[in-house]
């Protein structure tokens, strides 16, 4: 199978996404990476993370494009998992990324990386094909730099989509009750 069509079989699990050390893991050269880039089939987005320029934006594809230029230990977090999930009107101005490792790229403006030594891989998940930290760990983040009537709508969205536990919805609002109308 020629390398385009097998980096294509990772990518389609990626948002169209592929770096060097994801084509290292199935035998391919990473100057073969490079030339369907000089070719125009990959279009460079970050130090060894290339996209498809034929794969379709989807839910999610900005996000990924900011985890593989991260790199593989990163995820989301705060405001940008609520906007994954589309709760409270969540719309950053930058994608924030955490990360367990300290970060020596150069990185596009609209990325905000957080250095983070403890967290907890319980509190880690995946939303839509990128990891993340989990919606109840987000909230907790944002509780106090959004507007507290879109961190509640948040949370009543939240549970209408049966994204929060029970236990997770009294940890946030322990005193209150959220009606998921």
Known sequence: MAYQNQLRRVAGYQHGIITTADADEIDIPAVA???LAQRGTLRKIGHGAYRFIDFPRTTGSTEAEAIAMVGDDAYI???????????????????EV????????TLPPWLKITRRTKLDDAKTTTYHGVPSV??????QQTKNRIPKHRWKEAIA???RQELLTPGERRE?????TIEAE
Not at 134 to 139: K, Q
């Open 33 to 35: 990476v490079r030339r």
């Open 77 to 95: 977090e705060g405001e940008s998992v609520l906007a994954l999930l589309n709760l409270g009107h969540a719309n950053p101005t930058k994608v």
């Open 134 to 139: 989990t919606l109840a760990v987000a909230l």
């Open 172 to 176: 946030l609002l322990p005193d209150q």
């Open 157 to 159: 969205q939240a549970i």
């Open 98 to 105: 955490a990360t367990r490792r300290q970060v020596r790229r």
